[in-house]
């Protein structure tokens, strides 16, 4: 069955860094697309980063220029390398894949502090 397993999130100061890991199994990992999303208390999940198969990202307004999402497809996993961390970061951070439908894992928390 699918799994995703996000790990790295933490307390950090204002202007900070993180990066977020997150490994996979359960599908063939190199063939799909990886999502990183984070939902903020009382809001919506919302999309924070993207990369294809064949490398290709994509990035919300909010994360362009201080995140970076990559993936190794060897050890199946995704990262999220988060710079310059602001405190409206502050979230639950998902690893997400959609096939039929959506699969994510437990989350992990980030908290920046001002």
């Known amino acids: 069955q699918v799994r995703l397993v996000e790990s790295g999130g933490g307390l950090v100061q204002a202007g900070g860094s993180l990066r977020l890991s997150c490994a996979a199994s359960?599908?063939?990992?190199?063939?799909?697309?990886m999502y990183w999303y984070r939902q903020a208390p009382g809001k919506q999940r919302d999309l924070v980063a993207s990369i294809t198969s064949g490398g290709n990202t994509n990035y919300a307004d909010s994360a362009k220029g201080r995140f970076t999402i990559s993936r190794d497809n060897a050890k199946n996993t995704v990262y999220l390398q988060m710079n310059n961390l602001k405190p409206e970061d502050t979230a639950v951070y998902y690893c997400?894949?959609?096939?039929?439908?959506?699969?994510w894992g437990q989350g992990t928390q980030v908290t920046v502090s001002s």
């Open positions: 997400g894949y959609r096939a039929s439908r959506w699969y």
């Open positions: 359960g599908f063939i990992f190199s063939g799909n697309t």
